[in-house]
């Protein structure tokens, strides 16, 4: 996994846009800053993920149901 940053504001949405460094996400979050004062921008680094893989679907033929 490639390590990267995100911008994130309590009083927003979810953020979506990964910087592929810490410098580009600070310059992401003073550009924020700037347009709306007094809101605090967190950089976040992602350290870590999860992910679950689901069993996958199996298909049954009409004819082969037990009833």
Known sequence: ???FW???CEEKDTPHVKHWSASSAQT???R???L???VK???L???RYACVNLAPVEWVAL???PF
Do not use: D, H, S
Request: hydrophobic fraction near 40%.
């Open 1 to 3: 996994m490639t390590e």
């Open 6 to 8: 995100m911008v994130w």
């Open 28 to 30: 992401e979050a003073e």
């Open 32 to 34: 924020l800053a700037r």
């Open 36 to 38: 709306r004062p007094g």
């Open 41 to 43: 921008f967190y950089v």
């Open 45 to 47: 680094k992602c350290t």
């Open 63 to 65: 004819n082969e149901l």
